[in-house]
């Protein structure tokens, strides 16, 4: 007994026969099946009948509405198509009872059935049926049977599978009227359907004999937001199998090309904008999802159903973080709104602070979660009682000048001025005055803070700004008012930015609307002296010079009157109208100036002025809008049909952009609407608008009309490389010339599509770069020892990537050092890509390195510690000599290691090239069999010497140990002993002498002790040392009491600052401030004993120095003899002076001190090369002391003498200080 089950393709189960199915027809006009067997083994037991089929065994028939057409839709909003209902329905296969002991084998033969709608049927006679069935019976070697119904006719094919399914399609196409279909593609897949030169839909075309139409336009109305596209049509035309399978190979190609979306979700809640966090959003693994925040757009990409889904998650995500945000609107005073630190409310509540824009407004809002928010505020009000505010009123200063003060508090918002002050007190906050305040401002205030425990801090930061608001005064600007802000405000900021880093600006314009005001500062150089006014004032007027051509344009310009109705000026005229932007955009590109000011000089006249092009552009709009002002005027444009859909854009951009930038209606016909090639538009606006309208659309059109194709051969192996990672240099192409660029996967046609002008620029550019990856293309694999591998790598990639950049080349390893066959030959193949040149080159220094890795050798050595510090030297010196000796100094890879004075390992380890390595140890081992045979020698070095022999920093030891190689061991400080010299006994012995007879022998000519406690007096803290040296050619050295020395030279001068430093107010005014006191002797009665003054006569011969000779002949100038008279002359006079201001401390009793506002002036005492001090103190016999800038009071000048030099000191002082 057979069944029909339900898989149309299930094979039947036949044992001993094939069941042959022919056509008869019964009495009643019933078709029915007649059956045949044929035995297919004699020995076999006969089969068991098997039924034939019966009416109510076969599928239901199909209803009138089988070849109704239906649209195939896509993207996510996809509905599903009505189904075909003359599709056939299938019948099961036939499944024969099992015979008993029969063996079980599968048939390659199905059977499939399928049902045709009377009315769809051609009108045929019952022989011609009969003929077309045999003819498929015959031409596949199937059986047909078909069983007639009063509606439908279903026929039954069994056979082979393959020739079931050409048999059912011969039949059908021979028994049915064709049908007319059709299907919706994203237009993106045109180039993929139609194939390169139209070799895919050619041939679906000709396989399934069927006429397949693709539409060049878009569907009106079609664009997808998932898709990103809009759709087109496919029509087709054949008999409903073909149609059915030429349809399911387009969706083949459509899936292929559509499996992978990239979709943007738009941000629409603004608040919600900082908040977004998209990790939490799970995404699945091969999805990109980013949000950028510039833009307020999530950016999805990656497999289709995968980037549906995120987008999914993404959307309800943005909505629940959307419901749980609040915002809250606090008023808070604008001088204290720069208290609520933002960072710490966004770190510590995940709440985002917005100040108000406008500075009149005091709400502050606070956005987050509710609860959040709520704590938010009650921290930023506690947090705000914590600061101390004080305030500054700048306008004050430069007698109450107003104006400047504006002036400089613009200067300060635009340029980092207060920059220093700021980085100096980082616990203070300077809050400028809000720009949009200052136009009517009657003081200008600029507000500090700080914490209170910092409160202190703003009294320092608020004298340093009072000091630099000083420093700039009015005759340090210049101000400009004889330039149109409007016209050249460009032009203007352009000039003066090349002078800006010498003389800053600010033009008045670009804060107060109206203003043609530049003001120029004057900024102070790095010097220690300010210009005189005249110098600031002529590099200010140099700078003023600069706008000269300006002026010149300035005075050129025409002006030109029409009238207008006052209404119709601030609805056309208006700054933000679109017929305005339009004049001005004409005017900019005849790179002219315009003025166009409304209402003047009457309410119903417009004045224009500008140079002769920009007032010739604009007269011709301006005439125009006064003949014709109304907004219903219309013209008509007339563009191709194919340019419809992009003039309208994508959901209609294009045509918004288009009515918003020229403010004008625009009627685009409906697609049914076209029938000629072109289209006729119907703009309705202001006439000007409208002409300007039309040349735009007209240019468009052009572009969009002229679109062409081109085909390059590009072989399949260089598609990659074109293309680019992740498309980056197609992409670059596309953007660049506006042109769409497809790589076919099966082909090496890659075609260009777009205006002619991008298509030629493209092609040839791809074809350059076709030719350079042909010309680099080359490749080589070199084999690389495994073990060698990191040292071609190099650290951090080093070395390779020096090889890649030096050759230009690419070079990649293969395989990985941890795969089997790499671990099995030892051996990883490395793939250099370029030229021919370039790739030979790489290979010689990849093997350059391999070779070199290969002759790596590493040695170690047992050597007693007591050598090592030998082999090293002073400061590495011997280590280095013999690395340079072996050869190590253009070797890269060497290594020496000793080990450190705290560890306990006494090998040396050497490593490098065999040839650098034996080298090291030999000089080694010699160092080792030297010290076997040194000697140690003792000196007796008195201990005040013991400096001497070692020198600043140990250089003199180490010139020792360099030249005679030896170790010299000297007592460190505070510790007594021999110093000892270690080494050959020939090198000893020359050490030894020289130590003797030129290191430590006592070399100066007299010594007289002077009491330690009036060191620091008699040396005026090292200036009358100085002073020795320079004058009288006597160098004064102290022995053992350097160290002392310099100390008492370098002690703080005690300065009572609270009688120095101005107290009440009208000191204050003050700028300087002078104070005599008697102090007692400058002695220092805590230093105890003498400290030797050791004086040396070294004359200096000028002739020699100022000579304009060679160096070779000054070194053969024989050395001048010092002259003993001279010499015992000089020295008794500087002994003298030495005992004459030992003597003079007792009467040195009275101190001043000179303070000076600006302790900047104090330049001015010291003079060039202190020319001006040297005087002073000459003149008054006093010690005078300038403190340094690094001081602890550096404001305050000290003077020590009798109370008549003290006096005398003074007054030149305070005359240097006023001059």
């Given at each position: 007994?057979?069944?029909?089950?339900?898989?149309?393709?299930?094979?039947?189960?036949?044992?001993?026969?094939?069941?042959?199915?022919?056509?008869?027809?019964?009495?009643?006009?019933?078709?029915?099946?007649?059956?045949?067997?044929?035995?297919?083994?004699?020995?076999?037991?006969?089969?068991?009948?098997?039924?034939?089929?019966?009416?109510?065994?076969?599928?239901?028939?199909?209803?009138?509405?089988?070849?109704?057409?239906?649209?195939?839709?896509?993207?996510?909003?996809?509905?599903?198509?009505?189904?075909?209902?003359?599709?056939?329905?299938?019948?099961?296969?036939?499944?024969?009872?099992?015979?008993?002991?029969?063996?079980?084998?599968?048939?390659?033969?199905?059977?499939?059935?399928?049902?045709?709608?009377?009315?769809?049927?051609?009108?045929?006679?019952?022989?011609?049926?009969?003929?077309?069935?045999?003819?498929?019976?015959?031409?596949?070697?199937?059986?047909?049977?078909?069983?007639?119904?009063?509606?439908?006719?279903?026929?039954?094919?069994?056979?082979?599978?393959?020739?079931?399914?050409?048999?059912?399609?011969?039949?059908?196409?021979?028994?049915?009227?064709?049908?007319?279909?059709?299907?919706?593609?994203?237009?993106?897949?045109?180039?993929?359907?139609?194939?390169?030169?139209?070799?895919?839909?050619?041939?679906?075309?000709?396989?399934?004999?069927?006429?397949?139409?693709?539409?060049?336009?878009?569907?009106?109305?079609?664009?997808?937001?998932?898709?990103?596209?809009?759709?087109?049509?496919?029509?087709?035309?054949?008999?409903?199998?073909?149609?059915?399978?030429?349809?399911?190979?387009?969706?083949?190609?459509?899936?292929?090309?559509?499996?992978?979306?990239?979709?943007?979700?738009?941000?629409?809640d603004e608040k919600i904008i900082p908040f977004i966090d998209l990790s939490a959003i799970t995404v699945p693994e091969g999805v990109k999802c980013n949000f950028y925040?510039?833009?307020?757009?999530?950016?999805?990409?990656?497999?289709?159903?995968?980037?549906?889904?995120?987008?999914?998650?993404?959307?309800?995500?943005?909505?629940?973080?959307?419901?749980?945000?609040?915002?809250?609107?606090?008023?808070?005073?604008?001088?204290?709104?720069?208290?609520?630190?933002?960072?710490?409310?966004?770190?510590?509540?995940?709440?985002?602070?917005?100040?108000?824009?406008?500075?009149?407004?005091?709400?502050?809002?606070?956005?987050?979660?509710?609860?959040?928010?709520?704590?938010?505020?009650?921290?930023?009000?506690?947090?705000?009682?914590?600061?101390?505010?004080?305030?500054?009123?700048?306008?004050?200063?430069?007698?109450?000048?107003?104006?400047?003060?504006?002036?400089?508090?613009?200067?300060?918002?635009?340029?980092?001025?207060?920059?220093?002050?700021?980085?100096?007190?980082?616990?203070?906050?300077?809050?400028?005055?809000?720009?949009?305040?200052?136009?009517?401002?009657?003081?200008?205030?600029?507000?500090?803070?700080?914490?209170?425990?910092?409160?202190?801090?703003?009294?320092?930061?608020?004298?340093?700004?009072?000091?630099?608001?000083?420093?700039?005064?009015?005759?340090?600007?210049?101000?400009?008012?004889?330039?149109?802000?409007?016209?050249?405000?460009?032009?203007?900021?352009?000039?003066?930015?090349?002078?800006?880093?010498?003389?800053?600006?600010?033009?008045?314009?670009?804060?107060?609307?109206?203003?043609?005001?530049?003001?120029?500062?004057?900024?102070?150089?790095?010097?220690?002296?300010?210009?005189?006014?005249?110098?600031?004032?002529?590099?200010?007027?140099?700078?003023?010079?600069?706008?000269?051509?300006?002026?010149?344009?300035?005075?050129?310009?025409?002006?030109?009157?029409?009238?207008?109705?006052?209404?119709?000026?601030?609805?056309?005229?208006?700054?933000?109208?679109?017929?305005?932007?339009?004049?001005?955009?004409?005017?900019?590109?005849?790179?002219?100036?315009?003025?166009?000011k409304l209402h003047t000089p009457e309410a119903n006249k417009v004045t224009i002025r500008g140079d002769d092009k920009a007032v010739k552009t604009a007269n011709k709009?301006?005439?125009?809008?006064?003949?014709?002002?109304?907004?219903?005027?219309?013209?008509?444009?007339?563009?191709?049909?194919?340019?419809?859909?992009?003039?309208?854009?994508?959901?209609?951009?294009?045509?918004?952009?288009?009515?918003?930038?020229?403010?004008?209606?625009?009627?685009?016909?409906?697609?049914?609407?076209?029938?000629?090639?072109?289209?006729?538009?119907?703009?309705?606006?202001?006439?000007?608008?409208?002409?300007?309208?039309?040349?735009?659309?007209?240019?468009?059109?052009?572009?969009?009309?002229?679109?062409?194709?081109?085909?390059?051969?590009?072989?399949?192996?260089?598609?990659?490389?074109?293309?680019?990672?992740?498309?980056?240099?197609?992409?670059?192409?596309?953007?660049?010339?506006?042109?769409?660029?497809?790589?076919?996967?099966?082909?090496?046609?890659?075609?260009?599509?777009?205006?002619?002008?991008?298509?030629?620029?493209?092609?040839?550019?791809?074809?350059?770069?076709?030719?350079?990856?042909?010309?680099?293309?080359?490749?080589?694999?070199?084999?690389?020892?495994?073990?060698?591998?990191?040292?071609?790598?190099?650290?951090?990639?080093?070395?390779?990537?020096?090889?890649?950049?030096?050759?230009?080349?690419?070079?990649?390893?293969?395989?990985?050092?941890?795969?089997?066959?790499?671990?099995?030959?030892?051996?990883?193949?490395?793939?250099?890509?370029?030229?021919?040149?370039?790739?030979?080159?790489?290979?010689?220094?990849?093997?350059?390195?391999?070779?070199?890795?290969?002759?790596?050798?590493?040695?170690?050595?047992?050597?007693?510690?007591?050598?090592?510090?030998?082999?090293?030297?002073?400061?590495?010196?011997?280590?280095?000599?013999?690395?340079?000796?072996?050869?190590?100094?253009?070797?890269?890879?060497?290594?020496?290691?000793?080990?450190?004075?705290?560890?306990?390992?006494?090998?040396?380890?050497?490593?490098?090239?065999?040839?650098?390595?034996?080298s090291v140890l030999k000089q080694i081992n010699k160092i080792v069999e030297d010290g076997e045979n040194s000697v140690t020698k003792t000196l007796e070095i008195p201990?005040?010497?013991?400096?001497?022999?070692?020198?600043?920093?140990?250089?003199?030891?180490?010139?020792?140990?360099?030249?005679?190689?030896?170790?010299?061991?000297?007592?460190?400080?505070?510790?007594?002993?021999?110093?000892?010299?270690?080494?050959?006994?020939?090198?000893?012995?020359?050490?030894?002498?020289?130590?003797?007879?030129?290191?430590?022998?006592?070399?100066?000519?007299?010594?007289?002790?002077?009491?330690?406690?009036?060191?620091?007096?008699?040396?005026?803290?090292?200036?009358?040392?100085?002073?020795?040296?320079?004058?009288?050619?006597?160098?004064?050295?102290?022995?053992?009491?350097?160290?002392?020395?310099?100390?008492?030279?370098?002690?703080?001068?005690?300065?009572?600052?609270?009688?120095?430093?101005?107290?009440?107010?009208?000191?204050?005014?003050?700028?300087?401030?002078?104070?005599?006191?008697?102090?007692?002797?400058?002695?220092?009665?805590?230093?105890?004993?003498?400290?030797?003054?050791?004086?040396?006569?070294?004359?200096?011969?000028?002739?020699?120095?100022?000579?304009?000779?060679?160096?070779?002949?000054?070194?053969?100038?024989?050395?001048?003899?010092?002259?003993?008279?001279?010499?015992?002359?000089?020295?008794?006079?500087?002994?003298?002076?030495?005992?004459?201001?030992?003597?003079?401390?007792?009467?040195?009793?009275?101190?001043?001190?000179?303070?000076?506002?600006?302790?900047?002036?104090?330049?001015?005492?010291?003079?060039?090369?202190?020319?001006?001090?040297?005087?002073?103190?000459?003149?008054?016999?006093?010690?005078?002391?300038?403190?340094?800038?690094?001081?602890?009071?550096?404001?305050?000048?000290?003077?020590?003498?009798?109370?008549?030099?003290?006096?005398?000191?003074?007054?030149?002082?305070?005359?240097?200080?006023?001059?």
């Amino acid at each position: 007994m057979s069944v029909f089950p339900e898989d149309q393709n299930q094979s039947i189960v036949n044992e001993s026969a094939s069941t042959m199915l022919s056509v008869s027809e019964t009495d009643n006009g019933v078709e029915t099946a007649v059956t045949t067997e044929e035995t297919a083994s004699e020995e076999k037991p006969a089969p068991v009948p098997v039924p034939l089929p019966s009416l109510k065994d076969l599928p239901s028939l199909g209803s009138n509405s089988i070849f109704a057409n239906s649209k195939v839709t896509w993207g996510p909003n996809m509905q599903p198509s009505p189904p075909i209902s003359c599709s056939p329905s299938l019948s099961s296969s036939l499944s024969p009872s099992p015979v008993s002991g029969a063996k079980r084998m599968r048939s390659k033969n199905i059977q499939e059935s399928f049902t045709l709608d009377l009315q769809s049927q051609l009108s045929i006679t019952k022989p011609e049926l009969s003929r077309i069935v045999q003819s498929v019976k015959q031409a596949y070697n199937v059986s047909v049977e078909s069983t007639l119904s009063k509606n439908s006719r279903t026929f039954l094919i069994s056979g082979v599978a393959t020739k079931v399914q050409d048999a059912k399609r011969d039949l059908v196409k021979q028994l049915t009227r064709p049908i007319d279909d059709v299907m919706t593609v994203p237009a993106r897949c045109r180039a993929a359907i139609i194939g390169s030169g139209g070799k895919t839909i050619r041939g679906i075309s000709e396989q399934y004999d069927v006429t397949i139409n693709l539409a060049r336009e878009n569907n009106p109305d079609s664009y997808d937001e998932d898709l990103n596209d809009f759709t087109a049509n496919v029509n087709f035309h054949g008999d409903f199998e073909s149609v059915n399978m030429a349809k399911r190979r387009i969706e083949e190609i459509v899936k292929e090309e559509t499996k992978t979306l990239s979709l943007r979700v738009p941000v629409k809640d603004e608040k919600i904008i900082p908040f977004i966090d998209l990790s939490a959003i799970t995404v699945p693994e091969g999805v990109k999802c980013n949000f950028y925040r510039d833009t307020a757009e999530v950016n999805i990409s990656g497999p289709r159903d995968d980037v549906k889904a995120t987008k999914t998650g993404v959307q309800d995500y943005l909505n629940q973080l959307s419901s749980t945000l609040t915002e809250e609107k606090i008023k808070i005073p604008t001088k204290f709104q720069f208290l609520i630190d933002t960072k710490a409310l966004k770190k510590e509540f995940n709440v985002i602070v917005t100040f108000p824009s406008d500075p009149t407004d005091e709400l502050v809002s606070f956005v987050g979660q509710k609860d959040k928010v709520t704590e938010a505020i009650a921290f930023a009000r506690a947090n705000s009682k914590t600061f101390t505010v004080d305030s500054l009123d700048i306008s004050k200063s430069h007698s109450k000048n107003l104006a400047h003060a504006k002036n400089l508090a613009l200067y300060f918002t635009k340029y980092p001025a207060l920059k220093d002050i700021k980085e100096a007190y980082p616990e203070v906050k300077i809050v400028l005055p809000a720009p949009s305040l200052l136009k009517d401002a009657a003081s200008v205030v600029i507000n500090i803070s700080a914490k209170s425990e910092s409160a202190n801090e703003i009294k320092f930061a608020r004298k340093e700004l009072i000091n630099f608001v000083n420093t700039i005064t009015p005759l340090d600007t210049l101000t400009i008012t004889d330039l149109d802000y409007e016209l050249f405000h460009k032009s203007i900021k352009s000039t003066l930015l090349a002078t800006e880093d010498k003389v800053p600006f600010i033009q008045l314009g670009d804060y107060f609307p109206g203003n043609d005001s530049i003001v120029l500062f004057y900024s102070s150089p790095e010097e220690d002296f300010k210009p005189s006014a005249e110098e600031i004032n002529a590099e200010l007027e140099k700078v003023n010079a600069s706008l000269e051509p300006l002026r010149a344009k300035l005075n050129k310009m025409t002006n030109k009157v029409y009238t207008l109705d006052a209404k119709i000026q601030d609805d056309l005229l208006s700054p933000s109208s679109a017929t305005l932007h339009l004049i001005l955009e004409d005017v900019s590109k005849e790179e002219g100036n315009l003025q166009i000011k409304l209402h003047t000089p009457e309410a119903n006249k417009v004045t224009i002025r500008g140079d002769d092009k920009a007032v010739k552009t604009a007269n011709k709009a301006l005439t125009s809008i006064v003949e014709n002002p109304t907004k219903k005027s219309k013209i008509t444009v007339e563009v191709a049909s194919n340019s419809i859909a992009r003039l309208v854009g994508t959901k209609g951009s294009n045509l918004n952009e288009i009515r918003e930038k020229f403010d004008c209606q625009i009627d685009v016909p409906n697609h049914d609407e076209i029938k000629d090639k072109t289209a006729e538009i119907v703009l309705t606006g202001q006439e000007y608008n409208l002409e300007q309208a039309k040349k735009f659309i007209a240019a468009e059109a052009k572009k969009w009309a002229d679109i062409v194709t081109k085909e390059l051969v590009v072989p399949q192996k260089y598609h990659g490389s074109l293309i680019g990672a992740n498309g980056v240099y197609r992409n670059r192409l596309q953007d660049k010339y506006s042109v769409f660029i497809n790589f076919p996967r099966d082909s090496d046609i890659v075609t260009i599509r777009g205006p002619s002008r991008g298509v030629k620029q493209a092609f040839t550019e791809l074809s350059a770069l076709l030719d350079f990856e042909r010309e680099n293309g080359y490749k080589k694999i070199v084999v690389v020892p495994a073990e060698h591998v990191p040292r071609i790598i190099g650290k951090a990639g080093a070395n390779i990537n020096d090889i890649r950049a030096d050759f230009g080349v690419e070079m990649d390893f293969l395989q990985k050092s941890t795969d089997p066959k790499v671990q099995e030959t030892g051996e990883v193949e490395l793939e250099i890509t370029g030229t021919r040149a370039a790739i030979n080159e790489a290979a010689n220094k990849v093997q350059e390195i391999i070779d070199e890795a290969a002759d790596f050798d590493s040695e170690t050595l047992s050597v007693a510690r007591k050598y090592h510090r030998i082999i090293v030297g002073s400061g590495g010196h011997n280590l280095r000599d013999i690395i340079s000796k072996a050869g190590g100094d253009d070797i890269r890879n060497k290594n020496i290691d000793i080990p450190n004075a705290n560890s306990e390992s006494d090998v040396i380890t050497v490593q490098g090239p065999k040839k650098f390595v034996a080298s090291v140890l030999k000089q080694i081992n010699k160092i080792v069999e030297d010290g076997e045979n040194s000697v140690t020698k003792t000196l007796e070095i008195p201990e005040e010497r013991h400096g001497a022999l070692v020198g600043p920093g140990g250089m003199i030891r180490r010139q020792l140990e360099t030249e005679f190689n030896v170790i010299l061991e000297v007592p460190h400080k505070n510790e007594t002993g021999p110093v000892r010299i270690t080494g050959l006994p020939e090198n000893v012995e020359k050490a030894e002498k020289k130590i003797l007879t030129e290191i430590v022998r006592d070399s100066f000519d007299r010594e007289l002790s002077v009491p330690a406690s009036l060191h620091e007096f008699v040396s005026e803290r090292g200036a009358f040392t100085q002073k020795l040296r320079i004058e009288e050619f006597v160098n004064v050295k102290h022995g053992n009491a350097s160290r002392r020395a310099t100390r008492l030279n370098r002690s703080n001068v005690v300065i009572p600052v609270e009688k120095v430093r101005p107290a009440t107010e009208d000191e204050k005014k003050e700028q300087f401030r002078a104070v005599i006191e008697e102090v007692g002797e400058p002695r220092n009665d805590k230093e105890d004993g003498d400290i030797p003054w050791r004086l040396t006569y070294e004359p200096i011969d000028f002739s020699e120095v100022l000579s304009e000779d060679s160096d070779e002949t000054k070194e053969a100038t024989p050395k001048v003899e010092i002259d003993e008279a001279k010499k015992e002359e000089t020295l008794n006079k500087v002994v003298k002076m030495i005992e004459d201001r030992v003597a003079k401390a007792a009467s040195s009793t009275f101190a001043g001190y000179i303070w000076c506002a600006d302790p900047r002036k104090f330049n001015k005492v010291v003079g060039p090369g202190g020319s001006n001090i040297k005087k002073i103190r000459d003149a008054a016999d006093v010690i005078i002391n300038v403190p340094r800038r690094s001081d602890k009071v550096n404001d305050v000048i000290y003077v020590r003498g009798t109370k008549e030099g003290v006096e005398k000191a003074e007054a030149l002082i305070l005359q240097a200080l006023k001059h």
